[in-house]
């Protein structure tokens, strides 16, 4: 069997396999509420043959949505939506897990396929109007964006009482991993970044002080997650401009995430600053995570320009990470852990699709039987013949 293929245990939880769905925003929320939209996307991907699906950034209040098509969990009400669709998950035999996020400098933008910047006269004719935002510190993301307002006080307590209000939400809504969203210049990056926090209160200076807000929230996560189940934080190992946060930087809010006792640390990079300045290819941040991984002894996930079911193995066969987030290559192929199952050779011979669910892979194993008397089909043969 591929190394891809074992099962793998967190805390009281076990994976099937080492291959999650990366969170991916789809921006066609209504009021932070899903969408038939969400239950036919979640939907294909739970037929998938994945072991954990990551619901994409779900905000913790209005303000901290990146658009106005963001799924929330600000609300009671929203809790419904999002239950059937971790049902319909786990039915499956995936893991359903939940990405919580505040937006914070980022929040009041475009719907990127609008143009993925400041809101424009165009996006307010459609009926997306701007709204108040704030940051680590009152600086714009780049000229022409909204300037956010620093947090005060109340406004810190605030946002921690959103991400405790919403993870207890995701309980009732039937996931069983959240993952806390630090990464890509969002509300926690910008306290963890120098590059955005200027403040010269407890939460700003050293790293330790630009590090206590993001384990403040991880700490209050982990007292309401319940003990048997696994809690995910997402990480920009580096910032996009070297002189932001470092991998040394992100290795020791890595330590201090495990005293907590947060179970794995999924490892991207880049959000703040408008260029990035570090390799960039195929699994480019596979580094990252398995720098993590040896230094801090915690569980990683490697995500990032993962393509191929070859490449994926090499990440976990050769230790590098413990999971592999698909993302893109996800949403081209969604049963892209049923088809590198088959790629690997960890699928039955006789009876490839044996793993589908059983309304496919009864009409795909008879198709294949037939392909193996008939031989492939040639681009030169007559279709009339």
């Known amino acids: 069997m591929a190394n891809l293929f074992e099962p793998l245990t967190l805390r009281d939880l076990t994976?099937?396999?080492?291959?999650?769905?990366?969170?991916?925003?789809?921006?066609?929320a209504e009021d932070g509420f899903v969408?038939?939209?969400?239950?036919?996307?979640?939907?294909?991907?739970?037929?998938?043959?994945?072991?954990?699906?990551?619901?994409?950034?779900?905000?913790?209040?209005?303000?901290?949505?990146?658009?106005?098509g963001d799924v929330g969990l600000w609300r009671d009400e929203q809790i419904e939506g999002l239950a059937g669709i971790a049902a319909f998950m786990k039915s499956q035999g995936a893991i359903p897990g939940i990405q919580l996020a505040h937006a914070g400098?980022?929040?009041?933008?475009?719907?990127?396929?609008?143009?993925?910047?400041?809101?424009?006269?165009?996006?307010?004719?459609?009926?997306?109007?701007?709204?108040?935002?704030?940051?680590?510190?009152?600086?714009?993301?780049?000229?022409?964006w909204l300037v956010p307002e620093a947090l005060d006080a109340a406004g810190i307590e605030r946002v921690k009482s959103d991400f405790a209000a919403a993870a207890r939400r995701a309980l009732k809504a039937g996931f069983q991993v959240v993952e806390m969203h630090a990464a890509h210049g969002y509300l926690l990056n910008s306290f963890l970044s120098p590059l955005t926090n200027k403040r010269t209160d407890a939460y700003g200076g050293n790293r330790e002080n630009r590090m206590r807000l993001p384990l403040e929230i991880a700490r209050e996560l982990r007292a309401i997650w319940p003990a048997d189940k696994p809690l995910f934080v997402r990480v920009s190992a580096v910032d996009g401009l070297k002189t932001g946060v470092t991998l040394d930087d992100t290795v020791a809010f890595a330590e201090a995430l495990k005293a907590i006792g947060v179970d794995v640390v999924d490892v991207s990079s880049g959000g703040?600053?408008?260029?990035?300045?570090?390799?960039?290819?195929?699994?480019?941040?596979?580094?990252?995570?398995?720098?993590?991984?040896?230094?801090?002894?915690l569980k990683t996930m490697a995500v990032g320009l993962i393509v191929d079911p070859f490449q994926a193995e090499q990440v976990v066969a050769g230790g590098h990470a413990d999971l592999v987030a698909i993302g893109r290559e996800a949403l081209r192929d969604p049963n892209f852990a049923l088809n590198a199952e088959q790629a690997l050779g960890a699928a039955p011979k006789d009876a490839p699709y044996e793993n589908w669910v059983p309304q496919l892979g009864w009409w795909l194993n008879g198709r294949e039987r037939k392909i193996r008397r008939l031989g492939a089909w040639s681009n030169g043969e007559d279709v009339a013949a």
């Open 105 to 144: 400098p980022k929040a009041s933008m475009q719907r990127p396929y609008y143009g993925d910047g400041p809101l424009t006269e165009a996006d307010i004719a459609r009926g997306d109007q701007p709204w108040a935002i704030v940051s680590a510190s009152a600086q714009a993301v780049d000229e022409g």
């Open 35 to 68: 969408t038939t939209y969400h239950t036919v996307h979640y939907g294909k991907l739970a037929l998938g043959g994945f072991g954990l699906i990551i619901v994409e950034a779900t905000a913790v209040s209005p303000e901290g949505r990146i658009t106005h």
């Open 15 to 28: 994976l099937r396999n080492r291959l999650a769905v990366s969170p991916m925003c789809q921006y066609q």
């Open 272 to 297: 703040v600053g408008t260029v990035y300045e570090h390799p960039s290819g195929y699994g480019h941040q596979v580094p990252y995570a398995e720098r993590v991984k040896r230094d801090t002894g």
